[in-house]
C-alpha cells in the first residue's frame, strides 16, 4: 500500500478547520464580553470606594477632574478627585446626574454637535475636539472665558457660552446660536463634564499639552 501523505487527507483539513472554527468563536464570544464589561459605566458606589471604570457612573459630575500624565501608560488619563460643586450641588443622585445626562445626549443629537465638533472619535473637526472639553484650561480659573462670560464656575460660564456663542466669539471660526435652553445647556454641560472623566486610552492625542484650546490661554 502507498505511503499517504497527512497533507493529502482530507480528514487533516476537516480537523483543522473545525479546531480553528472552534477556536476562533471561543474567543470572539471572550471578547464580546471583555469590551462589554471594559465600556459600561460604573456606579455611584465605584467612585465612592475609588473603583477605577473606563466609563465613570454619572455622579462623577459632584467631582472634581483633572487630567494627568500616567508615566506606565504615556499619555495623559483623567483622574476624579475631591467633591466639587455642579450648578451648586456636589450631591446629584444617581437618577438625578442620570437624568441629565440623558438630556445632554439627546441635546448634542438633536443640535447636531458632531456637525462640527468631535466627540469619542466621531464627528466633525471643524470646531475644537469636545471630548476634553471640560478639561480646557479656557474655562478654569486661570482662562479668560469666565470673566469673558461673567459667570464664576466653569458650568456657569460653558452654560452660558452654549445659550449665546455668537455673543462670545473667541475664535476666527464663530460657534452659531442654536437655541438651546438653559436647561439643554445644563445638561449639555453634565454630558461634557463626563465625557471628559472617561478614559480614552490619551484620545485626542495631546490634548493635556494643548494650552486652551479655544483661545489660547
Ligand atoms: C455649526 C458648527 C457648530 C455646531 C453645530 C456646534 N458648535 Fe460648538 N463650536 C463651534 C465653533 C466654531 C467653536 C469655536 C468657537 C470659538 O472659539 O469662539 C465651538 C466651540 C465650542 C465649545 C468650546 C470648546 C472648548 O474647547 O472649550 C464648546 C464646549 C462647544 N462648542 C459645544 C458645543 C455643543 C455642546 C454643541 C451641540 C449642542 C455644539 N458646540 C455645536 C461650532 C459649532
Known amino acids: 500500500m502507498a505511503n499517504k501523505s497527512v497533507w493529502s487527507d482530507n480528514r487533516f483539513w476537516q480537523r483543522s478547520a473545525t479546531w480553528i472554527t472552534g477556536f476562533a468563536s471561543i474567543l470572539l464570544i471572550w471578547l464580546t464580553f471583555d469590551t462589554s464589561a471594559q465600556i459600561s459605566m460604573g456606579t455611584d458606589e465605584d467612585i465612592q470606594n475609588g473603583v477605577k471604570k473606563k466609563v465613570p457612573g454619572a455622579t462623577v459630575i459632584n467631582y472634581r477632574i483633572t487630567y494627568e500624565m500616567d508615566a506606565k501608560r504615556g499619555h495623559e488619563v483623567p483622574v476624579i478627585g475631591g467633591k466639587e460643586k455642579f450648578f451648586g450641588r456636589d450631591d446629584w443622585s444617581e437618577e438625578e446626574a442620570a437624568a441629565m445626562l440623558h438630556l445632554g445626549k439627546l441635546g448634542s443629537q438633536a443640535k447636531n454637535c458632531m456637525d462640527c465638533h468631535t466627540l469619542l472619535g466621531n464627528g466633525a473637526y471643524y470646531a475644537p475636539d469636545l471630548t476634553k472639553a471640560w478639561l480646557d484650561p479656557a474655562w478654569g480659573p486661570d482662562g479668560s472665558m469666565q470673566a469673558m462670560t461673567g459667570k464664576s464656575t466653569k ?27 438653559e436647561k439643554e445647556a445644563i445638561g449639555l454641560v453634565a454630558f461634557l463634564k463626563h465625557m471628559s472623566s472617561i478614559d480614552t486610552n490619551g484620545f485626542p492625542r495631546n490634548f493635556g499639552k494643548i494650552k486652551g484650546a479655544i483661545n489660547g490661554k
Open 155 to 181: 458650568e456657569e460660564a460653558i452654560a452660558e457660552f452654549l445659550q449665546h456663542p455668537d455673543q462670545y466669539p473667541t475664535h476666527a471660526r464663530m460657534m452659531p446660536n442654536l437655541n438651546i435652553t
